[in-house]
């Protein structure tokens, strides 16, 4: 028994099956007689096939989308960590003003040093919330691009050159995979 990718929702099946147990459709007996893979191919045979692909569909090209997706995905845990940290100032400083460790009706300078750090701080975390929201949203719809090119490019290799190719998800998580299983390429291609 060997694993296939099924071409028509890219999920993993074995080859003794008939039906996919993802989606449920046939699989042809010729998509069972072991697709050549791809990496067997060189580079130049490779990057062939690849814009064969992208002369016939151009619609779905997203050139660096993962790349690009994964660096706001940095940025989101940088501006998080940011938050964090701002968080945990404004809360010390509470402790310390219920617990009267400092005093603030007693010491007017402390009033001026205190104020304008627990404001600062209130700030960059409605500024940092404000990136985060940004970061998810775009690297939501980057990697939602790059997961569809590549699911598309997959069942593409498969139904027209009998090619089979792993796709590199490196870099992202379960969910990430999960949505790449539910993408129905029969709606796009
Ligand atoms: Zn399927």
Same mark, same amino acid.
């Given at each position: 028994?060997?694993? #296939?990718?099924?071409?028509?929702?890219?999920? @993993?099946?074995?080859?003794?099956?008939?039906?996919?147990?993802?989606?449920? &459709?046939?699989?042809? !007996?010729?998509?069972?007689?072991?697709?050549?893979?791809? @990496?067997?191919?060189?580079? #130049?045979?490779? *990057?062939?096939? !690849? !814009?064969?692909? @992208?002369?016939?569909?151009?619609?779905?090209?997203?050139?660096?989308?993962? @790349?690009?997706?994964?660096?706001?995905?940095?940025?989101?845990?940088?501006?998080?960590?940011?938050?964090?940290?701002?968080?945990?100032?404004?809360?010390?400083?509470?402790?310390?003003?219920?617990?009267?460790?400092?005093?603030? *009706?007693?010491?007017?300078?402390?009033?001026?040093? #205190?104020?304008?750090?627990?404001?600062?701080?209130?700030?960059?975390?409605?500024?940092?919330?404000?990136?985060? #929201?940004?970061?998810?949203? &775009?690297?939501?719809?980057?990697?939602?691009?790059?997961?569809?090119? !590549?699911?598309?490019?997959?069942?593409?290799?498969?139904?027209?050159?009998?090619?089979?190719?792993?796709?590199?998800?490196?870099?992202?998580?379960?969910?990430?995979?999960?949505?790449?299983?539910?993408?129905?390429?029969?709606?796009?291609?």
């Amino acid at each position: 028994m060997a694993l #296939i990718v099924c071409p028509h929702c890219g999920g @993993q099946v074995s080859d003794t099956v008939e039906r996919c147990i993802h989606c449920g &459709k046939l699989i042809k !007996e010729k998509q069972k007689n072991s697709a050549v893979d791809f @990496q067997t191919f060189d580079k #130049i045979k490779q *990057n062939n096939l !690849e !814009e064969e692909f @992208q002369k016939k569909y151009p619609k779905y090209m997203c050139p660096y989308a993962k @790349q690009k997706a994964l660096k706001c995905r940095r940025k989101y845990t940088i501006f998080s960590r940011i938050i964090c940290g701002a968080g945990a100032i404004d809360f010390l400083f509470l402790i310390l003003i219920q617990t009267k460790v400092l005093d603030l *009706n007693s010491d007017d300078t402390m009033l001026m040093i #205190i104020g304008p750090i627990v404001l600062v701080a209130v700030l960059t975390i409605f500024i940092g919330a404000a990136f985060c #929201i940004n970061y998810t949203i &775009k690297s939501k719809k980057l990697i939602a691009k790059y997961l569809l090119y !590549e699911k598309l490019y997959q069942v593409w290799l498969l139904n027209e050159k009998n090619i089979s190719k792993k796709v590199d998800f490196t870099g992202l998580n379960k969910k990430d995979k999960k949505y790449f299983e539910n993408i129905n390429p029969d709606l796009y291609l």
